[in-house]
């Protein structure tokens, strides 16, 4: 556990801070080529950027704040709610707040949102590998304990007292990565506009009710409790994977052409 990278007299900058935006960065890099097979410039991918980052961040820290109010605010200063380079960032809102922002940059260029949504789909996978290994180095959305080989141990003063745990945040990172191989692969196949974006909302929302079951860092609630808050909405996830899949499929019959090429 390495929560700070540097001190510049008072400012202290973090490594969760600094993996989340490596992450940011390499996403739109790798979005260049895959621009130009989309028919776009490859400055789109750029261009993106700050639209999809504000939506990211402000939807992503919302939730958190929401979530967690009376464990992590309450009491404490105003202030601490902006204080995101000590972590505190919830993906599934981050998620919703970069699909509005695209949303409304997309509209504003004249753009498919469809389109758009395979171009950004295996970056939004790489950036989670990054942002994963910024959990790790921070020490939060830690797995349950467990006497595995591979286990880790965060220092006595964490959460966990030193005690052995499942290194879910690394698990989520390999499977992270394996899914942004499957999805820049497929994007060099996909036959309808759209399909490679509800791949990755299936693919994550496979992802995410998996590695979910070795975390202990909070408990279940919603759906009976019977699942983890990332398990709920991996479930909302995969239901609009399947709705985004028969809709696109629909939608192409409908025009009179095969779904298949």
């Not at 005690?163 to 994007?187: M, R, T």
Request: glycine fraction near 14%.
């Amino acid at each position: 556990m390495h929560s700070e990278a540097i001190h510049l007299g008072p400012l202290t900058i973090h490594w969760y801070g600094i993996m989340v935006a490596a992450g940011f960065l390499v996403g739109l890099w790798s979005a260049r080529g895959r621009a130009v097979r989309e028919g776009f410039a490859p400055e789109l991918a750029v261009d993106f950027g700050p639209w999809l980052l504000v939506g990211a961040i402000v939807g992503a820290r919302l939730l958190y704040v929401v979530s967690y109010w009376d464990v992590a605010f309450a009491g404490k200063p105003w202030w601490e709610v902006f204080m995101i380079q000590k972590g505190g960032l919830v993906y599934y809102g981050g998620f919703v707040g970069a699909v509005c922002g695209a949303a409304i940059f997309c509209r504003k260029r004249g753009i498919s949102f469809l389109k758009a949504g395979d171009l950004l789909a295996p970056s939004i996978a790489l950036g989670q590998v990054f942002g994963r290994i910024g959990c790790y180095l921070n020490g939060c959305c830690y797995g349950f304990p467990t006497d595995v080989p591979w286990a880790c141990h965060f220092p006595h003063y964490h959460e966990t007292h030193g005690i052995g745990v499942h290194p879910v945040q690394l698990y989520e990172a390999a499977a992270c990565f394996g899914l942004f191989v499957v999805l820049a692969l497929w994007h060099r196949r996909k036959q309808l506009d759209g399909e490679v974006f509800a791949g990755y909302m299936a693919g994550y929302g496979l992802v995410r009710s998996n590695t979910e079951r070795f975390r202990g860092d909070y408990s279940s609630w919603g759906f009976g409790e019977r699942f983890t808050p990332g398990q709920s909405f991996s479930l909302l996830l995969l239901a609009g994977a399947i709705c985004l899949g028969l809709w696109l499929i629909w939608r192409r019959k409908r025009a009179g052409g095969s779904v298949l090429q």
